[in-house]
């Protein structure tokens, strides 16, 4: 499998220097480190330029600010943002060294003669669609995928292996020391260009739908529980747990582990760290951590004893401010 470099760039624009030659022949995308004469590579970030000093690769995509770093090395490509370009560069890859994904219901899916799926959309092995649920243009399923009554997928996302769309959500009354369940009467709405990562599940909504927009992008094992709302081109990392009612903006992203509690609304463009864990309403834009450092286990709950005695620390240094300022 390989490209010729003069076809990256006729495809992908940039500007090709350093002396290269159209027809070299690109056989593989590889990082940095350990790219070979055959290979293409990038530099997104310039605290990796000794990297891109000691590089062996073909040629390396660059921003304009590194242009002449690259060429102190060899053959670049300069692109206003290199990542990008990397990230087509992979798409263009894979359109043209492997084989295309073939529309269609695959014959071990099941899929209800009342669902709704589009003549080019894919459903892999062993997926199951429900009755009244509807699969977009363009959408692929891979293996096992579940999407549940009533659910609808739009156009052109991907799914891939064990997600599951559309199973109830967490919902019981107490009564007497046990649990009545509420019925899970809404459904899952998902936009266009959502892609969402293997084994993560999607309920439904309780009364109303649990709505994903246009563009959101779900890494694996992610929990969204009912009737959550996520905005346009949010993005979460692997293992975020989203619970019950909460609503989230566009543009935002929610780092791996991160969760966040019920009921609670974060703004747009709202970030939240790996491992946070969000217990209030967020609602200006920007940076959010609430983490514990990891630390030696007795120096860990000597300083958690600590915090806890913060707020009558407080009071008691602001009585003696007091006394101070009246003697």
């Not at 619970?243 to 463009?269: K, Q």
């Amino acid at each position: 499998m390989s490209l010729l470099l003069g076809h990256i760039v006729d495809a992908l624009g940039g500007s090709l220097e350093g002396g290269a030659t159209r027809d070299v022949v690109i056989s593989r995308i590889a990082p940095l480190e350990v790219a070979g004469p055959g290979d293409l590579s990038f530099l997104s970030n310039p605290r990796y330029q000794q990297q891109l000093a000691a590089s062996r690769a073909a040629c390396v995509i660059v921003a304009p600010a590194m242009r002449d770093a690259a060429l102190a090395r060899g053959a670049c490509i300069v692109a206003d943002n290199p990542y990008v370009y990397f990230a087509r560069a992979t798409q263009l890859w894979r359109q043209r060294n492997a084989p295309a994904q073939q529309a269609g219901v695959h014959a071990s899916a099941v899929v209800d003669p009342m669902a709704l799926v589009h003549p080019t959309a894919t459903i892999g092995p062993l997926c199951v669609v429900e009755r009244g649920a509807q699969v977009g243009a363009g959408t692929i399923l891979k293996s096992r995928v579940t999407v549940g009554e009533g659910c609808t997928i739009g156009a052109r996302c991907i799914v891939h292996a064990g997600v599951v769309i559309g199973a109830d959500g967490f919902g019981f009354a107490p009564e007497q020391g046990q649990w009545v369940k509420i019925e899970q009467l809404g459904a899952v709405r998902i936009g266009d260009d959502v892609e969402i990562g293997a084994n993560t599940c999607i309920d439904r909504g309780a009364l109303q739908d649990t709505v994903i927009e246009d563009g959101v992008k779900l890494d694996n094992l992610i929990q969204i529980g009912h009737n959550v709302h996520i905005g346009k081109h949010s993005a979460m990392a692997g293992c975020v747990g989203v619970a019950g009612s909460a609503t989230i903006g566009a543009h935002c992203t929610v780092g791996g582990g991160a969760i966040v509690l019920g009921h609670l609304e974060l703004a747009d463009n709202v970030h939240i760290s790996a491992a946070t864990v969000v217990t209030r309403s967020l609602t200006r834009p920007g940076q959010y951590t609430g983490m514990f450092p990891i630390d030696d286990n007795a120096r860990w709950e000597k300083n958690a004893a600590t915090l806890k005695q913060l707020h009558s620390l407080r009071e008691r240094i602001k009585a003696l401010e007091q006394a101070l300022k009246a003697a």
